[in-house]
């Protein structure tokens, strides 16, 4: 598939429709948007027969055919849907001024993503950026070693330095850190810096029970108190499959690090 980039440089005739408004229960939230040209689509605002009557409707726009720019539309029976809820979606052509208004949006919501950094590039943190990469975060990766980080996909920022420990400090406030360095000691002096720190929605460690209680004992003669150590996620993944593949551990703290940064946000704005 296209990445958003490459859809519209390649087409030029375009309506994009967005929720206006969801309300109820609804397969997308307010301000979900698609592409639509004439043979083609990008995106999704839920799928099902609504998206299909929108798709019509853009098309149609296009073809100078309709003249419906707004569809109230109620997600029940009459389009066999059994949502419940109401969205209203709005149609705007693409033209010169739409278009640098949805890449003033798009560019908004790239600088608001929260920020995920993988400490590690070797075979688990490769399998989690991959893996990251197709949610809405932006993955950094940092490594001491150049031939590990040009393994890693091209989709993360890479950061080769020496001291990886000494970046933490400047890591945004609300992301989240993984720590799957090849070194434990190395590991350990991450995280260290890390849980001084607390406003990160995520701390999280490769390793087992043991390594917990070699940190934990480490830690504490380090000065960091129980409340810091205690938000350390280790292992990470859960428990929920024991799979050690690469790629399972991935998809387990990838879901778990969306759950932390979810409540995370949900706490920031409740306070």
């Known amino acids: ?25 609804t397969p997308r939230e307010t301000g979900a948007f698609m592409l639509v040209s004439p043979t083609d689509a990008h995106g999704t605002i839920g799928g099902g027969q609504m998206e299909h009557v929108a798709i019509d409707n853009a098309r149609a726009l296009l073809a100078g055919v309709s003249d419906i720019f707004e569809m109230d539309i109620p997600l029940g029976p009459d389009i066999g849907q059994c949502c419940g809820g109401r969205v209203i979606l709005t149609f705007r052509i693409g033209d010169d001024e739409a278009r640098a208004a949805l890449n003033a949006k798009l560019t908004a919501r790239l600088e608001a993503l929260p920020e ?44 080769l330095v020496a001291m990886p420990e000494a970046i933490v400090k400047d890591i945004a406030p609300a992301s989240a850190i993984v720590i799957l360095t090849h070194d ?69 703290t990838s879901a778990e690090i969306l759950v932390a940064l979810t409540r995370h946000r949900a706490r920031r704005k409740a306070g």
């Open 184 to 252: 434990h000691a190395l590991d350990f002096l991450i995280a260290k810096e890390a849980l001084a720190r607390n406003d990160f929605a995520y701390v999280g460690m490769i390793g087992s029970k043991t390594k917990r209680a070699t940190f934990s004992s480490w830690a504490r003669k380090e000065g960091l108190d129980d409340e810091a150590v205690n938000r350390l996620v280790l292992p990470i993944g859960g428990k929920a499959v024991g799979d050690k593949r690469p790629s399972v551990i991935a998809a387990m």
């Open 116 to 159: 995920v950094w993988l400490f590690g590039a070797g075979h688990v943190g490769r399998a989690l950026a991959d893996a990251l990469l197709l949610l809405p975060l932006k993955t950094y990766a940092v490594e001491t070693r150049k031939t590990e980080l040009d393994l890693m996909s091209a989709g993360a920022h890479h950061r």
């Open 1 to 25: 598939m296209d990445s958003l980039e490459a859809f519209l440089e390649r087409e030029y005739r375009i309506v994009i429709v967005e929720i206006s408004q969801a309300l109820g229960s």
